[in-house]
């Protein structure tokens, strides 16, 4: 099992700066890759970035070169920061954290609570 707690979302002005942290403790050996979704009222949830274990990360179209995504670690936790620039009002959803792990071949997804991120304009 891998717990997942989320903090950091509050409201903005556009084209300022938020910075989202998702702390990852349990089964921490386990995850292969983390990751950060967001979802506005009324539509899908959307991949925002991803960092794999081995640091590599991918960002949506929406977000690059606005956004960064790093993980440190320590013994008992992963905690990955999503730190977002230049905010725009569609920005604005409810963003949460993703930990994929893998044990003896079998993938589970484990998610956090949610953080709201609102920008005004």
């Known amino acids: 099992q891998v717990q997942l707690v989320e903090s950091g979302g509050g409201l903005v002005q556009a084209g300022g700066s938020l910075r989202l942290s998702c702390a990852a403790s349990?089964?921490?050996?386990?995850?292969?890759?983390m990751a950060w979704y967001r979802q506005a009222p009324g539509k899908q949830r959307e991949l925002v970035a991803t960092?794999?274990?081995?640091?590599?990360?991918?960002?949506a179209d929406s977000v690059k070169g606005r956004v960064t995504v790093t993980i440190s670690r320590d013994n008992a936790k992963n905690t990955v920061l999503l730190q977002m620039n230049s905010l725009k009002p569609e920005d604005t959803a409810v963003y949460y954290c993703?930990?994929?792990?893998?044990?003896?071949?079998?993938?589970?997804?484990?998610w956090g609570q949610g953080t709201q991120v609102t920008v005004s304009s």
């Open positions: 993703n930990a994929a792990s893998i044990i003896v071949g079998t993938k589970y997804d484990y």
């Open positions: 349990g089964s921490i050996f386990s995850i292969s890759a």
């Open positions: 960092i794999t274990s081995s640091g590599r990360t991918t960002y």
